[in-house]
């Protein structure tokens, strides 16, 4: 399994509803980072989230990070079909002199016009 | 100004041969990155670099290669091609260890017969 797992696998929204995307992490989170890919196209960075209890806002795009947990959750309010593509959670990993930066298993989303 | 580039983009193999993906950054980033993605995976990452001649293991390292031989090359080698590394390629690349974002490839799809 990965350290990183997100749920769910796959979702389809009709647009205009709200979603949630979950990242759980099997370590302790020291920072977070969201990223967005299109179908077919590299992954374009979204949100960093550094401290626990940490909220931030893009447009209609939040995400948390609950550090005690070891969870962060992505939520899109009023969903467009410009939201579509897979979203991608990611750790730094740095410590003790090794530097791996590791991604979840990813979410799906398509959103129905 | 380029970002990062990966060449070729496609590449179809038959079992037992052996090819090279090329990255190429022109951001003067210190931090190299190899992964590959597969339906349900997420991304993984197979090796990374922090500097110029470096290289490490990452989470799936098995039967693949790298080298750093100049700052803003990172190569991945395949020197015996099986099916189960049909998969799109990611390559990444970060400035330094302080800086957490990624910037991504456009990727390079490998199908091995």
């Known amino acids: 399994s990965q350290e990183l797992e997100q749920s769910p696998q796959s979702l389809i929204v009709q647009e205009g509803k709200n979603l949630t995307i979950n990242c759980t992490s099997s370590k302790t989170l020291y920072g977070l980072y969201w990223y967005k890919q299109k179908y077919g196209e590299g992954l374009i960075f979204l949100m960093m989230?550094?401290?626990?209890?940490e909220e931030k806002s893009h447009e209609k795009i939040t995400a948390k990070l609950d550090e005690k947990k070891q969870q962060s959750s992505l939520h899109i309010t009023a969903s467009q079909p410009s939201h579509a593509g897979i979203y991608l959670c990611?750790?730094?990993?740095?410590?003790?002199?090794?530097?791996?930066?590791?991604f979840g298993t990813g979410t799906r989303l398509k959103v129905l016009a | 100004n380029a970002g990062v580039t990966q060449t070729p983009k496609f590449r179809v193999l038959k079992t037992g041969q052996s090819m090279t993906l090329l990255c190429a950054q022109d951001?003067?980033?210190?931090?190299m990155y190899w992964y590959r993605q597969d339906p349900g995976m997420g991304l993984r990452l197979i090796h990374y670099?922090?500097?110029?001649?470096?290289?490490a293991k990452g989470e799936v390292p098995d039967g693949y290669n790298v080298s750093r031989l100049k700052k803003q090359n990172f190569l991945l080698g395949l020197e015996s091609a099986a099916p189960s590394q049909t998969s799109v390629y990611f390559c990444?690349?970060?400035?330094?260890?302080?800086?957490?974002?990624?910037?991504f490839g456009a990727g390079s799809r490998l199908t091995v017969l």
């Open positions: 951001m003067n980033h210190e931090y």
């Open positions: 990444a690349s970060r400035p330094t260890r302080a800086f957490p974002v990624l910037t």
């Open positions: 989230l550094q401290k626990g209890g």
């Open positions: 670099s922090v500097g110029e001649g470096t290289t």
């Open positions: 990611g750790a730094d990993r740095g410590t003790s002199g090794t530097y791996k930066y590791i």
